[in-house]
């Protein structure tokens, strides 16, 4: 099956300018999830969306950061304006309901795009 | 979450088994071990969960002590293509990724 997609790989913008993310999760997976990822560290959870739905945006920038899941499926994550320390990577992610076996459900990360701010 | 300690870095002949410690000493009644790793310049890639009992897939095996605060992932033929940042998370809702540690597959 696909995995999730991301576009684009790779951004280079100036500090203040707004850039976009798009991501394509696997088909069927109502969690989507945008992680971003400073160099040496671990990916920290930005947005979780249940379909069209917030279930947790509590470490979103709101300031500057903004994302929606028009119609449950494709998310779009924006920056406006950037400042130097956006550079990171934006990993997606996905992931269907599986609790029957308890926990936290599996999730299936994209490639991410790499954001570099000047 | 419970917060987890794993060793900056190990290293790992090929061929051979690796074992990765993680402590989780405040892990609660309910939160779940899971591992994920991130190969160079990909995301990271879901390995194995457990609660308490050990668990094994075709990827690896996961060793949880009776008590719970600590667990040992085990790739029991590494690969070079095992060399990745592994993560260790004990969770009953969302990842929290730490630093993991870096797993170096020596040829």
């Known amino acids: 099956e696909a995995g999730v997609a991301q576009s684009p790989r790779y951004k280079i913008i100036e500090k203040r300018q707004s850039v976009a993310f798009w991501c394509n999760p696997i088909s069927g997976h109502a969690t989507l999830y945008w992680y971003q990822q400073i160099l040496g560290q671990g990916p920290k959870l930005l947005i979780q969306f249940q379909n069209n739905g917030v279930v947790d945006d509590s470490q979103l920038p709101k300031d500057r950061f903004s994302a929606e899941r028009l119609k449950g499926v494709d998310s779009t994550l924006k920056i406006q304006p950037a400042k130097l320390e956006d550079s990171a990577v934006y990993l997606c992610?996905?992931?269907?309901?599986?609790?029957?076996?308890?926990?936290?459900?599996?999730?299936?990360f994209g490639p991410g795009t790499r954001l570099t701010v000047l | 979450d419970a917060k987890t300690t794993q060793p900056t870095s190990m290293d790992c002949a090929e061929g051979r088994a690796a074992n990765l410690p993680c402590n989780h000493s405040?892990?609660?009644?309910?939160?779940?071990v899971y591992w994920y790793r991130q190969i160079h310049s990909q995301g990271p890639q879901y390995i194995i969960h457990?609660?308490?009992n050990n668990e094994t897939n075709e990827m690896a095996s996961l060793i949880i002590t009776e008590d719970r605060k600590s667990s040992t992932l085990i790739l029991p033929h590494a690969t070079l293509r095992d060399t990745a940042v592994y993560y260790c998370i004990a969770t009953y809702g969302k990842l929290t990724f730490g630093q993991g540690t870096i797993l170096t597959v020596h040829p």
């Open positions: 992610a996905s992931s269907y309901p599986s609790f029957p076996s308890g926990g936290t459900d599996t999730q299936y």
């Open positions: 457990g609660l308490k």
């Open positions: 405040t892990i609660s009644g309910n939160e779940y």
